[in-house]
Every structure is written in structure tokens, then in C-alpha cells.
């Protein structure tokens, strides 16, 4: 079954980040104030990543063809990197709070990229329907859960946020 797929993702998001941070925990789970168009993005948001959760619990990983399957596995396997790395980059932000080394010298959301990755290689494991779209509309959504954010982000960082986010790119 292919919810064994998700066992390294909690390990490294939730594992990972409380060996690292115990605080961190709480800030990755802290969600900015949403303005009334974010807020039918948040619950797509919440939707989403419940079917992201649940539906391995009901696929397979399809061994074949053998090229696609390997490819998956490289997919799901870089995604648990960039998380791991994403995960150790946002456990030590700077004093100031906001995180800026490690994998956030080059995006502002090193964390939202790693679980696309990581749900794109689950995606190419099982070659689900179901999941992919599940991933277009959490990717979507994540989009305007990020904008919220980077709002908040300028509100309480002011013009340290600022110039990191004329610095680095919000995603790549």
C-alpha cells in the first residue's frame, strides 16, 4: 500500500523539525491572517491535503513500467531531501525570526516546493489520478496561503522581509 510512502514525510516534518526546534513545530503549523478571498483558498488548502493524506492509504505502487517507476522514486526521494534540508534551514531562522539560511537563500518557501516534489513522486509511484489532482489544487491553493504570509511576513519583519524578498524568489 502506498500510505507507507507517507511515514519518511512525517518523520522528517514533524520527527525532524521537533529534534531540531520544538518552537519551530508551532511556527510551521502558524497560519497568517487571510483576507476573504484567501480564506476559500485556505479550506481548498485544508481539502486538498486531506486527500493527499488519505488517498495512499487506498493506492498501490506500480512497479511498471519500470522507467516510471524509478523515476517516481527519484522524485519522492528528492522531495524528502529538500524537506529534510528545508526543515533544518527553518528550525534556525536568524535572530530576527525570519529564516534566511539554508535552503532559504534561494526561496522564500524551500518547505511548500519540497512537499510538491515529495506529492509529485508519490504521484508518479501510483500513478493517481486522484492524487495528481489533489496536488494541482493544494498547489494552487498553497499560492494564495503563501501571499497571505509574505503580507504577514512584511507586517511584522518590515524591511529586513523586504529586501530578502526583492533578494529571493518566492519559489525557485
Sequence with gaps: ??????????????????????????????????????????WLY?????????????????????????????????GLILLAAAVASFAAPAESGVSLGGLYRFSRNPMYVAYFVFFLGCVLLTRSPVLLAALLVFQAAAHWIILSEERWCLQKFGGEYRRYMDRVGRYL
Design 1 to 42: 500500500m502506498a500510505f507507507f510512502l507517507l511515514l519518511p514525510f512525517f518523520l522528517v516534518r514533524f520527527g525532524l523539525l521537533s529534534l531540531f526546534n520544538k518552537e519551530a513545530v508551532r511556527r510551521a503549523a502558524h497560519f497568517a491572517p487571510l483576507s476573504e478571498r484567501e480564506k476559500g483558498a485556505y
Design 46 to 78: 485544508q481539502l486538498s491535503n486531506a486527500v493527499l493524506l488519505i488517498a495512499p492509504f487506498f493506492l498501490r505502487v506500480k512497479s511498471t513500467p519500470r522507467w516510471l517507476f524509478f523515476t517516481g522514486a527519484g522524485v519522492y526521494l528528492a
